[in-house]
């Protein structure tokens, strides 16, 4: 009999220290790669229970009539209930441990399933990623940057993130995931999505006059009559607003000629054989490509793309621009233009009742966009490319 319960006692003590293992080893084991199992676990019999709680009942017992008679001190009892608080003190330890590294062992897991999902996705666009990585490493040689950061994501999951070329030139310091690179115009979505915001709060009218919230912009005229901006046609680049290039009429002229070389490719794809078919769609690919390269030229010409004259705010920029006649009659003509979203940061500034600024740092903090900021020179941007 006490051979059984000995067997018994070791067998419970091997399944509890087998238990403790998963508990105290979270990070050794993974729960797709290795299963740890307890066999040949037996619990105590009933009867050795039973004669186990006779026994803490008898000397619970001793212990009250020692206190309520006030008898003489007991040197065992004494010795049980000092040997009863550490065994109390050490269950309360124990669990507290157990807790603690349960919550391990789960975060544990968890970041180990996120490994696998990443390793599996990674393995699925392995062949797209390697024609893109090629495709972007030629475009990036074409145009002359010297680095760049590539970022995809497939139904909200990222699939591939890489730094090409580098963030430093002069340092050579090569790209990373983590370079912050100047966004420039990605800022006006940006922008339209906080402009959204304003709109869905009730803050900002989109069909009103651009003045009901910055009556320093002055009433423009088109033709000698008067006419009406509104943040919707701001916001669809149709406000007329001017662009860089300041002379009204040789941003008609261009846009004309941009026509006209238009429909010019669309008569010689009209006449083109199925023989000679490759050969008018190259040229008009170098066509489209000189035609690009010389607009980005013209752009980078003017001196208001490398002004650094810092406003105090939002409407003082308005300065640069608010007296020029517009180039077309808004609504009517499409004309991409930074300084027309200049106008709506105003407005979305006076509609908001906050800096245009915080207004973009609130979204940016909800969506969290923790890595996306003003580019200002003076604080500290950590991986910044310059």
Known sequence: MQKKRKQQGIVNQKAEEAAMSRLFLPNRFCAKCSLITVRGYKAFPARAVARYKQHQSDKLSAFIQQRRYGGEANPAF????????????????????AVGLKYNADTSSSSCDDRVKEA????????????SRDLVERIKDEVGAPGLVVGVSVDGAHVWSEGIGYSDLENRVPCGPGTVMRIASISKPLTSAAAARLCEEGKLELDVPVQKYVPEFPQKQFDGEDVTITPRMI???????????????????????????????????????????????????????EATKAQKKKEFEHEEYYLKDNFEDVTHALDLFKDDPLIFKPGTTFLYSTHAFTLLSAAMERAAGKHFLDVMMNMFRELGMLNTVPDENDPIIYHRSR
């Open 78 to 97: 004494f010795k049980y209930r000092s040997k009863s608080r550490i065994w109390v003190c050490g269950v309360g330890v124990g669990i507290a441990i």
């Open 120 to 131: 599996q996705r990674t393995d699925r666009y392995s062949a797209a990623i390697q024609v």
């Open 235 to 289: 916001l669809s680049h149709l406000s007329g607003i001017r662009h860089y290039e300041k002379d009204a009429k040789k941003v008609r002229e261009d846009r004309e000629k941009a026509k006209r070389l238009l429909k010019a490719e669309k008569k010689e794809d009209e006449k083109s054989t199925s023989e000679n078919n490759d050969k008018p769609a190259t040229e008009q690919e170098n066509k489209g490509k």
